[in-house]
């Protein structure tokens, strides 16, 4: 089960995942999640991100 932090991080960003269905975004994989994560530092919009 995640962390209410991550639920919260997910739900701040969930346009990232637009191709979720929207009731499924907090269930998204970790691996996915890591993969938005590393594409978002890239735009340089780390903030939130421990």
């Known amino acids: 089960m995640r962390q209410q932090e991550l639920k919260d991080y ?3 960003r969930k346009h990232l ?3 979720t269905p929207k009731d499924k975004v ?3 994989s970790d691996e ?3 993969e938005m ?3 978002l530092r890239n735009f340089g ?3 939130g991100i421990v």
Do not use: G, P
Request: no cysteine.
């Open 10 to 12: 997910i739900k701040q």
């Open 17 to 19: 995942f637009w191709y």
């Open 26 to 28: 907090e269930d998204v």
């Open 32 to 34: 996915l999640l890591v």
């Open 37 to 39: 994560i590393l594409k």
């Open 45 to 47: 919009r780390r903030k």
